[in-house]
C-alpha cells in the first residue's frame, strides 16, 4: 500500500485562494471615533489592535486566525477528495462475484460466521471505499447466475443487496456467472472481475476468461458430516430396502445418529462414526403397502458446520401391477411373463378392452410400435426409418460382441447363440448412419447389427433386428435373464420397484390437471403460483432450499414433495485453490484485496471539529471579568 495520499479531484485545490481574502480581512485598518481620555494606560490592548491592523507591519499572533486557516485548508482537502492508493489498479466498472451456494452456509468453529457472512464483510467494505468513479455490480452465484445490481456508485443500493443476498441449498455454477459477466463486458469496459468463494466447486471450467479474474478464496470452514445419497429398492419379499450414504469431510473424526422415519413415525435408528474423508452405506428395511413418505435425519455428535445436509426426504410410490402387451406370435416371451404376479399380460382372451396406455410393449409387428408404452422391445423387423442402412438375409450368424453394461444385457451371456437370419448393412453404411437417427448398437453380429436401442423423450424402444425364436436364445439361461431385465427397466421407468430421493435445485416433474394453476409454497421463501402444460405436467419449478414443498390446486390434494441437498461435493467442504480454464489456469490469491480507502470524511469531519473550537474560543469570556 502506498501511503502517500491520492486526490481525486485536483481542481478543489481552487479554493485554497480563499486565504488571500482571509487574511486580507485581517489587514484592513479598523475605523474608529476619536475620543479625548484622561490617560493611555488602560488603553494599551487598543494601541496594540491599531499597530497590528496597519499594513505591512507584522501582527500580533492570532490564535482565531489559525483555526480559520486550518478550517479552510481541511475544507479544502476534503474537497479535493482524497485517498490512500492501494497500490493495485483500480477497475472503473467492477462485477463482484459471490458464492452463494449451500457450502457458503458453513461456519466457523470459532467465531460461528457462514463463509457467506465472511464475503458480505469484505465486500461491504470495498463498497464503503468506492471511489467516485467506481461502478460495482454484484452477481450472486448459485445453480445459477443472478445478478442482483446493475453498474453503480449507489453505496445504499449496494449495501442493501448485499445484505438480502441468502445461501441457497444448490451446488454452484461458476460457469453460467463468467457468462453473465462476459455479457455484462458488451455494455461495460470490464478489465477485472472479483471472486469471493469458499472454493467448493469443480476445479475444470470449459470457459475462455476474456478478463482478469480475481480469486479471492475465504477461509475453511469446520468439520462437517451429511446425507450425500438416499434411494429405495423393492426386494422379491414386497417390502422396501431405503439405503442412505453418510460422508465425512476431511477435517477430524465424526460420530452422529441416523434415524428413519416413516409416515411421522420413528421405523429405524443407527450409530456410526466416520474418519476424516470416510463414508459409510447404510440399509433399512421398511414396510410399505402403499406409498409412504420416508425421511432420514441425521444427528452430529459433536461440531457440525452444515445443517442442510442433516435432512433427507423419499417416497415411496404406490405399488401397483405393470400394464405388460406381448404379441401372441410370441410364445418365448409370453411363456417367460406368463407366471410373474407384478404384471397383467394383454391382450387377453377373454377380455375385449384393453388399456390405453401400457408400461411395456412387446410385438413382432412395427405397428404395435406405436402403442403408448414407457419401455417397447420389437423382435423380427427393421424399424421403416432404417430399412435403407440394413436388410435382412437369410443365413446362419452369431452373436460378436454386445455391450455388457447395457441394462437389457446386464449378466447375459451371448457368446453361443445360433442365428439363422443376418441383418446386413447396405452399401455404404455404417453404425454413423444409425447414431444419426438416435440409434445405439448393443450388439453386433458378422455383417451387421443384431440389437438396437432408441431412447426418445417419453419412452425406450429396443429392436432385435432378427426373429430370437429362430434362434437358440430362448434356449438359452441367457433369455430369462434378459426378460426377467426388461422387467425390472420397465419397473423402473414406472417408478415402481425403485425410487430415489429428489435433490435441489428443481422439483420433480409431477403431473396433475391440465392448464391449471397451482399454488407452490417452499420451506423458505414466497408461495409461487405455476400453471401446468396441456398434459397437466408441472416441470422446471425452482427448488433451492431442502425441505418440504406444499402444492395445492384441483388434483393435487395438497401434494408434499421433499426436496434434499444430496451432493457429495457441497458437504465434503473441499476447497479448490487452482481453477483450470480453457487456457490459463487461475490461482486463489495469496492476500485479501486491498482497495483505495478515501480520506474525504475523515477530513470533513476534522473540519468540523475546528469550527466548534473556532466558536467556543470565539464565544468564550475574557479572562478578568466577573460572571
Known sequence: MNFWPGFYALQGAWFLLLLIPLLVFYFLKLKRPHQRVPSLALWSQVINDRRVNSPFQKFKRSILLLLQILLLLFLVLALMQPYIQSGAERAEYLPILIDCSASMAATDP?????????????????????????????????????????FTDNQRVLKKSL???????????????????????????????????????????DFELPFELNYQLLPPAGVNVGITSMNARKNQAGTWDVFLRIENSKQADSSASVELIQDGQSVAREEIVLGPGESQRLEFSVDAGGASKIKAILTPAGADSLVADNEAYLTIPQSRQLLVYVDPELASYR????????????????????????????????????????????????????????????????????????????????????ITQQPVWTENSGVENLEELGYEVLIHGKLGPLLLQKRTPTDQEFYFLFDTDRSTLPYRVGFPIMVSNLVQLTLQEAGIAETQAAATPVLPVVEYQPEQSYQIKPPVGKTMTVKSDANGVLSGIAALHVGTYNISGEGAKDAEIGVSLLNPLETSLVSVEKIQFSEVPVSAAAAQIDSDKPLWSEFALIAFFLLLLEWWYFQRKPSGVPT
Do not use: C
Open 335 to 418: 411363456y417367460a411373463l406368463d407366471e410373474n404376479s407384478e404384471m397383467i399380460l394383454y391382450p387377453q382372451p377373454d377380455q375385449s378392452s384393453a388399456p390405453a396406455e401400457y408400461d411395456l410393449v412387446i410385438s413382432g409387428a412395427a405397428k404395435d410400435m406405436d402403442r403408448e408404452a414407457l419401455i417397447k422391445l420389437g423382435v423380427g423387423f427393421v424399424p421403416e426409418e432404417l430399412e435403407k442402412y440394413i436388410k435382412l438375409e437369410t443365413e446362419l450368424t452369431e452373436v460378436v460382441d454386445w455391450n455388457r453394461s447395457s441394462s437389457l444385457l446386464r449378466h447375459v451371456q451371448l457368446s453361443d447363440v445360433q
Open 163 to 205: 445484505a438480502s443476498l441468502e445461501v441457497d441449498d444448490v451446488p454452484s455454477q461458476l460457469e453460467d456467472a463468467l457468462r453473465m459477466t462476459q455479457a455484462l463486458s458488451r455494455t461495460a469496459p470490464i478489465k477485472s472481475v472479483l471472486f469471493y468463494s469458499d472454493g467448493n466447486f469443480p476445479q475444470e471450467i
Open 110 to 150: 470459532e467465531t460461528k460466521k457462514s463463509r457467506l457472512d465472511l464475503a458480505k464483510e469484505r465486500v461491504n467494505e470495498l463498497i464503503e471505499n468506492m471511489l467516485p468513479d467506481q461502478r460495482i455490480s454484484l452477481v450472486a452465484v448459485g445453480s445459477t447466475a443472478r445478478r442482483l445490481t446493475d
